[in-house]
Nanobody, 126 residues
Framework: VQLQASGGGLVQAGDFLRLSCVGS????????MGWFRQAPGKEREFVAA????????AYGDSVKGRFTIYKANSNNAVYLHMNNLKPEDTALYYC????????????????????WGQGTQVTVSS
């Protein structure tokens, strides 16, 4: 299993970024996917998740209304659109694969995700 995340960068508060994550080595369409982030000195935080078929989503409280996750099974990709970025969004962002095949719903628990990408850095200046 490989997960390759990209799209991070240095932006100003209020800007927009789109993160991408391409998966390989597994049946991408059969797994929910999630985005998490980790800032220095802090625990890994749930950001967003999407069900295997793309019909269900969940978001962390701090990003609701600003971030959107969507899944393109035809491209083996999951995306995170981030609008109105804030300095507190600064972190290393990871995409992850839900270890359960065709889970009913989505999970916000780190422990439910068995495979992780390398992370892409997002830095938001004020």
């Amino acid at each position: 299993v490989q997960l390759q995340a990209s799209g991070g960068g240095l932006v100003q508060a209020g800007d927009f970024l789109r993160l991408s994550c391409v998966g390989s080595g597994f049946t991408f369409s059969s797994h929910a996917m999630g985005w998490f982030r980790q800032a220095p000195g802090k625990e890994r935080e749930f950001v967003a998740a999407i069900s295997w078929g793309g019909s269900r989503t969940a978001y962390g409280d701090s990003v609701k209304g600003r971030f959107t996750i969507y899944k393109a099974n035809s491209n083996n990709a999951v995306y995170l659109h981030m609008n109105n970025l804030k300095p507190e969004d600064t972190a290393l962002y990871y995409c992850a694969r839900d270890q359960v095949t065709r889970r009913l719903g989505v999970s916000d628990r780190v422990s439910e995700y068995g495979d992780w990408g390398q992370g892409t850095q997002v830095t938001v200046s004020s």
